[in-house]
T-cell receptor, first 116, second 115 residues
Framework: DTGVSQNPRHKITKRGQNVTFRCDPI?????LYWYRQTLGQGPEFLTY????????KSRLLSDRFSAERPKGSFSTLEIQRTEQGDSAMYLC??????????????FGEGSWLTVV | DQQVKQNSPSLSVQEGRISILNCDYT??????FLWYKKYPAEGPTFLIS?????DKNEDGRFTVFLNKSAKHLSLHIVPSQPGDSAVYFC??????????????FGQGTELSVKP
């Protein structure tokens, strides 16, 4: 149980197309994060939400990327006009909210994007 | 600017022996460190963490050591098992300034435990 469900798990798209990934928390999480991981690298922070408010965005999040979290529940990450460099695993994550866990982030299973 | 570095891209260990994975960091403001394990096509799984006020944290076969003066941490796995074969990432955060959970990750070390 990763705490979040991500869909689709795999997506192959042609360059220039738009794609959308969805993250559904299994239980209620105030904070929800998006990370990206490319081959040979560690995950990189993209953005995070406190309930429905998007509080921080990385410089990696170009204007082709947009994330939303309506009503503070599920979240979507949309990539417009995809480029081959967008090929990566997109990870949704959450903070347990337990004081004992500090800032431990728990990741979902990820959504693989391949842009051809 | 790589603030968290894992200089060994791979490590091979015999089953039953100790695995030692290393991680160096440059930002002295980091005060919380985590290790994650990742299998192919899956998201990272949290393993163990350590606060900068400690120098050791142990959980079963996994122990993390922190040397703040050297800005170095290591993960020890004893005894190593074939199921431990995966990519291991260390991550760091400055809790005061990053209440949003913006972890900084290293590049990962691929551990292979041979039977």
């Amino acid at each position: 149980d990763t705490g979040v469900s991500q869909n689709p798990r795999h997506k192959i798209t042609k360059r220039g197309q738009n794609v959308t990934f969805r993250c559904d928390p299994i239980s209620e999480h105030n904070r929800l994060y998006w990370y990206r991981q490319t081959l040979g690298q560690g995950p990189e922070f993209l953005t995070y939400f406190q309930n429905e408010a998007q509080l921080e965005k990385s410089r990696l999040l170009s204007d082709r990327f947009s994330a939303e979290r309506p009503k503070g529940s599920f979240s979507t990450l949309e990539i417009q006009r995809t480029e081959q460099g967008d090929s990566a695993m997109y990870l949704c994550a959450f903070n347990s909210g337990r004081a004992s866990s500090g800032n431990t982030i728990y990741f979902g299973e990820g959504s693989w994007l391949t842009v051809v | 600017d790589q603030q968290v570095k894992q200089n060994s891209p791979s490590l091979s260990v015999q089953e039953g022996r100790i695995s030692i994975l290393n991680c160096d960091y440059t930002n002295s403001m980091f005060d919380y460190f985590l290790w994650y394990k990742k299998y192919p096509a899956e998201g990272p799984t949290f393993l163990i963490s350590i606060s900068s006020i400690k120098d050791k944290n142990e959980d079963g076969r996994f122990t993390v050591f922190l040397n703040k003066s050297a800005k170095h941490l290591s993960l020890h796995i004893v005894p190593s098992q074939p199921g431990d074969s995966a990519v291991y990432f260390c991550a760091a955060i400055t809790q005061i300034y990053n209440q949003g959970g913006k972890l900084i990750f290293g590049q990962g070390t691929e551990l292979s435990v041979k039977p």
